[in-house]
């Protein structure tokens, strides 16, 4: 197979991401018609269509929708490297490696806590990706969810928060479940079920509940997350969250936890902190272990 185009890659790229043609012809300084040349070129280097254009603008279809997160991804990486390289010598900054969901829903929300308390300590946030190793030269911390504890070269591991799930969705949705007290289960099936990544949380969910099923389990599957949380809060369904990512919207009565069965009690949250680099990085990596654990709120 010949190299990716790269240009079009570029095109594509900022057509979903500013969502039209001609935003992305404008923020690329060229002309709308070369962006659409340059889309239909990468169409049909993978030959199969990335917008469905059926309708008065066109739309995105899940492949196309799934490509685009992951170069998102993959060209916010090359301009932080490419930052890094022109910017002058500085003081390094703490690299913290986290998958999206701490990311998002703990990390970030709680960062400015950390910079009020040490503002020496300059930090970098990266996503740590499933299924990529994670290179502890560069990385000082790293935040993971494993089935079982990760043993990562270059690091020492722990238990940061517990992985186990329960059932949410908003609140419209649950006002409707509580009519459905004495058969839950099924009144979530009727509801409709969210899945993140498969469906096999969902289904052990269920035989635990003692619901015997006649037939497969439907519902959407997010790869991300994020991608799942938006929806159980867009009232979309029930969805088996960790209870520990989602403490902020239950606090805030964003999503409603309908029952205290759970689901994948053995998986858990890791926090990694490396154990090479000097020791003025390792000092900062420990100062803000620390600061962490103390800020999870778990025992």
Same mark, same amino acid.
């Given at each position: ?5 790269? !240009? ?83 003081? /390094? ?18 960062? !400015? ?5 040490? /503002? ?49 969705? !908003? ?70 969250? /960790? ?57």
């Amino acid at each position: 197979m010949s190299q990716p185009p790269l !240009n079009a890659l570029r095109a594509f790229e900022a057509v979903a991401r500013l969502g039209s043609f001609n935003a992305a012809a404008k923020a690329l300084f060229v002309t709308q018609s070369a962006v659409s040349h340059q889309v239909r070129h990468l169409e049909r280097w993978l030959d199969r269509p990335l917008f469905d254009r059926s309708g008065a603008r066109p739309r995105l279809l899940p492949r196309g929708e799934a490509l685009a997160r992951d170069l998102g991804l993959a060209l916010n990486g090359i301009e932080v490297a490419c930052a890094r390289a022109k910017a002058p010598d500085a003081r /390094p900054a703490l690299v913290i490696a986290a998958i999206p969901s701490v990311a998002l829903c703990w990390l970030i929300p709680r960062l !400015n806590s950390f910079r009020d308390r040490h /503002p020496e300590i300059p930090v970098r946030i990266v996503y740590a990706i499933h299924g990529q190793t994670i290179d502890f030269r560069e990385v000082d911390l790293a935040f993971t969810y494993a089935a079982t504890p990760p043993d990562l070269i270059g690091s020492r591991s722990e238990l940061f928060l517990p992985g186990v799930s329960v059932p949410v969705c !908003n609140p419209a949705v649950a006002a409707k479940l509580h009519e459905e007290e004495a058969r839950l289960p099924e009144a979530i099936l009727q509801a409709g079920l969210l899945h993140d990544t498969d469906m096999s949380g969902w289904a052990g969910w269920l035989a635990r509940a003692g619901l015997r099923l006649d037939r497969p389990l439907t519902g959407p599957t997010f790869e991300d997350f994020n991608l799942l949380r938006a929806a159980a809060l867009s009232g979309q369904g029930v969805a088996l969250c /960790p209870a520990a990512m989602i403490s902020d919207d239950l606090d805030s009565d964003r999503l409603v936890q309908l029952s205290s069965r759970s689901a994948l009690e053995s998986y858990g949250y890791y926090l990694h902190v490396a154990e090479t680099g000097d020791a003025a990085r390792r000092a900062f990596g420990e100062t803000f272990r620390e600061w962490a654990l103390e800020a999870r709120g778990f025992e």
